[in-house]
Every structure is written in C-alpha cells, then in structure tokens.
C-alpha cells in the first residue's frame, strides 16, 4: 500500500496557479531591476540604480528557485494528506520589494 493518494485535482491546480503567480512575480523582478539598470537616473554614477537592478534580479532567482521548492513541497503534502508547510518566501518577497521602493523614493527626493 502506497503512503502517498492521488489528490484532488482542483487542489493541485491551485497548486500549479501559485507555483505560476509566483513566477509571474520573479518576471516582474528580472523586468523591474533590469530597467532600474538601464533607465533609473539617481546620480552621476548610478551607483543606486545598478543597486536596485541587482537586489531585484537576486529577488527574482531566489523567488523562481523557491517557488518551485515550495510547490514540490505542498503536492507532497497534498499527497499524503499532511499539512501544507510553512514558507518564508512571501515574506522575503515583500519585504525586500518595500525596501527597494523605500531606497529608490528616498535617492529621488535627495537627488
């Protein structure tokens, strides 16, 4: 007898939606800091933008990376019938992009 059931359908496509919203938000990371890069003007050296450009980037691969962790995690989970585990990802998620928008409004008020 196997430990692990085939789970409800609808529970593992919810799965999959937030495996892919969290996706979506590592694009938008990779987008976001790649155009603080090329077009954020914050001073003569634009030391602050490439700043930005590379936390967010970071963000982004530690988001990709995590989210396919935590979705393999909960379909375990969801098979054997156990509780969904505990995840830091949303967190770090949105306390690093409030710390990078605090960053970039307080150089484009000093500038």
Do not use: H, K
Request: charged share 15%; net charge positive.
């Amino acid at each position: 007898m196997s430990e692990e059931e085939e789970p409800d359908y609808r529970f593992t496509l919810a799965n999959e939606r937030t495996y892919l919203a969290y996706l979506r938000t590592s694009l938008a990371c990779y987008a976001g800091g790649l155009s603080a890069v090329q077009f954020l003007d914050l001073g003569p050296d634009r030391w602050p933008a490439r700043i930005i450009g590379i936390v967010l980037v970071l963000t982004g691969i530690i988001t990709t990376a995590g989210a396919f962790r935590r979705w393999q995690l909960n379909l375990s989970a969801i098979r054997r019938g156990g509780a969904l585990p505990a995840s830091r990802l949303p967190l770090m998620l949105g306390a690093t992009i409030a710390t990078v928008g605090l960053i970039g409004l307080l150089f484009s008020l000093w500038r």
